[in-house]
T-cell receptor, first 112, second 113 residues
Framework: NAGVTQTPKFRVLKTGQSMTLLCAQD?????MYWYRQDPGMGLRLIHY???????AKGEVPDGYNVSRLKKQNFLLGLESAAPSQTSVYFC???????????FGPGTRLTVT | GEDVEQSLFLSVREGDSSVINCTYT??????LYWYKQEPGAGLQLLTY?????DMKQDQRLTVLLNKKDKHLSLRIADTQTGDSAIYFC?????????????FGTGTQLKVEL
């Protein structure tokens, strides 16, 4: 039981490049979330999903897209990376609404 | 102000008690949470309190909730060097974007020998 895993762990992109971050969970959770963490700002919700095939915008969705084609996977895409997207990205999942969220180890992304 | 506020830093000596405070603007949370983040790692749920409780004790951890003042605190007794981390309070807050789990800015706890 791996919990929540994220790939890759680190990535450096140039401005304008694209990439996809993968989140996988093996706990059969319905809810999945993508957050970004910036110094002094805590975690901010980018997008979330309440089940397979559904996605919704969070607090800071601009510049990101997501997909939840399979229940266990939640993908976060950056179509044209910008330096403002330099951050640490965390994926989380939960069994139910307002349930405990389990977090992945994070992906550190630098955009130059 | 922010929906959930915490002080940024706290420094204590090993063996002393640590108290980390959190205030929030509004909450529809059934639970309020404390997460711990060690360097280079994700967040891990440390403890939580049901919203109709005012205190919960879990070994060295004591959570106090004052709903009237919208104040949550985490007390760590006999603080150890291994407790050095960033601590986040979180709750489901009614924001302009709906009802979302909202995190405080995090309090970095440094434990000195």
């Amino acid at each position: 039981n791996a919990g929540v895993t994220q790939t890759p762990k680190f990535r450096v992109l140039k401005t304008g490049q694209s990439m996809t971050l993968l989140c996988a969970q093996d706990m059969n959770h319905e809810y999945m979330y993508w957050y970004r963490q910036d110094p002094g700002m805590g975690l901010r919700l980018i997008h979330y999903s309440v089940g397979e095939g559904t996605t919704a915008k969070g607090e800071v969705p601009d510049g990101y897209n997501v997909s939840r084609l399979k229940k266990q996977n939640f993908l976060l895409g950056l179509e044209s990376a910008a330096p403002s997207q330099t951050s640490v990205y965390f994926c989380a999942s939960s069994y139910s609404y307002q349930g405990e969220q389990y977090f992945g180890p994070g992906t550190r992304l630098t955009v130059t | 102000g922010e929906d959930v506020e915490q002080s940024l830093f706290l420094s204590v000596r090993e063996g002393d008690s640590s108290v980390i405070n959190c205030t929030y603007t509004d909450s529809s949370s059934t639970y309020l949470y404390w997460y711990k983040q060690e360097p280079g790692a994700g967040l891990q749920l440390l403890t939580y309190i049901f919203s109709n409780m005012d205190m919960k004790q879990d070994q060295r951890l004591t959570v106090l909730l004052n709903k009237k003042d919208k104040h949550l605190s985490l007390r760590i007794a006999d603080t150890q060097t291994g407790d050095s981390a960033i601590y986040f309070c979180a709750g489901y807050i009614l924001t302009g974007g709906g009802n979302k789990l909202t995190f405080g800015t995090g309090t970095q706890l440094k434990v000195e020998l």
